[in-house]
C-alpha cells in the first residue's frame, strides 16, 4: 500500500497561467476526492468520482476548474486563468467501495498552489 | 445545511495533561463523524471514527463518543504527549460520501 500520491507537491504560477495537479489514488480505491484547504480553514470539498463517473461537483467549483479521472483510475485537476484567490492547499483523497458504513477516505499530502 | 463547529485554538498543555477539543455537528439524518489529524509537514490521517449514536472510536489513547442527543462529537485523551501535537480536524459525511470539515484546532504540548 504506498497510499494516495500527488504531483508536484509545489506549484506556483502566475495569474492568468493554467495549471494541472495529478492524483494517484490507493489501487482498488473506486472513490476519489478533491478538497480545497487554505490557511486556517479546514478542506472544503470539491468533487468526486466513482470509478470514472463525477458524481458530485461543489458550487465552489467555478467553470474555470475541471476535473477528470479517465479509466477510473488516477486523476487531473485543472485550473484555468488562475487567480490569486485560487492560492490553497489542493487535497486528493481515495476510499473503497462502500459496505455498511461510509468508508474512511485516505488523504494524499497535497499540492500547494501558490499564485502570483 | 450540515456543519461542524470546533472550539478554537490554539489548546496549549503540558505533559500528561488532560484533553478535551469540541466539536459540535449539525446534520439531518444520521452521519458518520470523524476525528483527523494534521501533523506538521504531513497530510491529513484518520485518527478515530463513528457511524452511529452512542459508538466510541477510539486510537492512539484518543476517544470521542458520537452522542445524538447533544449532537456533539468531542476528542478527549488522558495524558497527552509532546508528539500529539499537530492540528485536530472533526468532519462528517451525512448523504453523500463527501467530508465536511470544522476549521480545525492546533494542540501544542510542551514538555
Known amino acids: 500500500d504506498t497510499g494516495v500520491s500527488q504531483d508536484p507537491r509545489h506549484k506556483i504560477t502566475k495569474r492568468g497561467q493554467n495549471v494541472t495537479f495529478r492524483c494517484d489514488p490507493i489501487s482498488e480505491h473506486n472513490r476519489l476526492y478533491w478538497y480545497r484547504q487554505t490557511l486556517g480553514q479546514g478542506p472544503e470539498f470539491l468533487t468526486y468520482f466513482q470509478n470514472e463517473a463525477q458524481l458530485e461537483k461543489s458550487r465552489l467549483l467555478s467553470d474555470r476548474f475541471s476535473a477528470e479521472r479517465p479509466k477510473g483510475s488516477f486523476s487531473t485537476l485543472e485550473i484555468q486563468r488562475t487567480e490569486q484567490g485560487d492560492s490553497a492547499m489542493y487535497l486528493c483523497?481515495?476510499?473503497?467501495?462502500?459496505?455498511?458504513?461510509?468508508?474512511?477516505?485516505?488523504f494524499g499530502p497535497g499540492t500547494r498552489l501558490l499564485v502570483l | 445545511g450540515n456543519s461542524v463547529t470546533q472550539m478554537e485554538g490554539p489548546v496549549t498543555l503540558s505533559e500528561e495533561a488532560f484533553l478535551t477539543i469540541n466539536c459540535t455537528y449539525t446534520a439531518t439524518g444520521y452521519p458518520s463523524l470523524f476525528w483527523y489529524v494534521q501533523y506538521p509537514g504531513e497530510g491529513l490521517q484518520l485518527l478515530l471514527k463513528a457511524t452511529k449514536a452512542d459508538d466510541k472510536g477510539s486510537n492512539k489513547g484518543f476517544e470521542a463518543t458520537y452522542r445524538k442527543e447533544t449532537t456533539s462529537f468531542h476528542l478527549e485523551k488522558g495524558s497527552v504527549q509532546v508528539s500529539d501535537s499537530a492540528v485536530y480536524f472533526c468532519?462528517?459525511?451525512?448523504?453523500?460520501?463527501?467530508?465536511?470539515f470544522g476549521t480545525g484546532t492546533r494542540l501544542q504540548v510542551f514538555p
Open positions: 483523497a481515495s476510499s473503497p467501495p462502500p459496505k455498511l458504513a461510509r468508508e474512511t477516505q485516505y
Open positions: 468532519a462528517l459525511s451525512a448523504h453523500t460520501d463527501k467530508l465536511i
